[in-house]
């Protein structure tokens, strides 16, 4: 079923010159300017449609998919200012309306905002909003301990990096358990590691089993790199120190050694682990 404020996949049912006639379900037929010289649509075939709702209470379609729907964040480019507020770029031909009441600092043109996206229940205007906080629920999480879920990184804090859990709930990934830069704005897939008394999330990147061996032989060779090649964890240390440094199981951390060891890129014959010349 189609929805306004998000791409959708809809049918052309009538094609006249540039101009595309969809079935938008309830919203009924809407007319979309084909503006591509080269692209040519077809009646019967589906395409990506972004359902745009307007202030004049009409739902207006856009081609091609934006980079982000109504109730989630993403991060966004300014490209304008008006006396009215600013407007971010959303991927369509279309840009995001940003009211200034919905922006927590001064907007400047051609710089990247983590946004929230809604639709306004006065104006039924898509709009965007740079108050994270507001959209953001400190209720339980309706979530599971070692459940999958969707993240984007938030920004970087003395513990880690804050991360905003399936476009609703705060999440943290620990410092000591992530092995490579993480960005704001930039969406990972995590395992929700603990749910916290605060309703706060403890995340980690992976699921700390056989099936991110892989992984871990990433996480050990930015270590190595990043402290000259050497390291004194080894498959006889602690359980704890090996969980310590790399949240995970000696188990796994010994798979990844013998693993890095078949590939000759890693010394395992002294106690001290020594990354080879050839990694």
Request: proline share 2%.
């Amino acid at each position: 079923m189609p929805i306004a404020g998000k791409n959708n996949s809809l049918k052309v049912i009538k094609v006249n010159g540039d101009i595309l006639t969809f079935d938008a379900g309830k919203y009924g037929e809407i007319e979309v300017v084909n503006n591509d010289l080269i692209l040519k649509y077809t009646e019967g075939q589906f395409t990506d449609v972004f359902l745009l709702p307007d202030s004049d209470g009409t739902i207006k379609g856009f081609l091609g998919q934006a980079i982000v729907n109504a109730g989630e964040f993403a991060k966004l480019k300014v490209v304008a200012n008006t006396k009215f507020g600013s407007f971010f770029d959303m991927g369509i031909e279309k840009d995001l309306f940003c009211p200034f009441a919905e922006q927590k600092t001064t907007l400047e043109i051609n710089s990247y905002y983590l946004v929230y996206v809604y639709i306004d229940e006065i104006t039924n205007r898509l709009s965007a909003s740079t108050r994270i906080d507001k959209f953001i629920s400190d209720e339980k999480p309706d979530l599971t301990e070692q459940q999958s879920v969707n993240i984007i990184i938030l920004n970087k804090s003395q513990l880690g990096y804050n991360a905003i859990v399936e476009n609703k709930y705060y999440g943290l990934l620990y410092d000591n358990e992530v092995f490579k830069e993480l960005k704001p704005g930039q969406k990972h897939t995590a395992i929700i590691k603990k749910i916290r008394e605060d309703n706060k999330i403890d995340l980690r990147l992976y699921k700390n089993d056989h099936n991110d061996i892989s992984e871990f032989e990433t996480m050990i060779l930015n270590y190595l790199k990043a402290h000259e090649g050497k390291m004194t964890l080894n498959d006889e240390s602690d359980p704890q120190d090996i969980y310590d440094v790399f949240g995970i199981s000696k188990k796994n951390f010994k798979k990844a050694l013998g693993a890095l060891y078949r590939k000759g890129v890693i010394d395992l014959k002294d106690k001290i682990i020594k990354l080879l010349d050839n990694a």
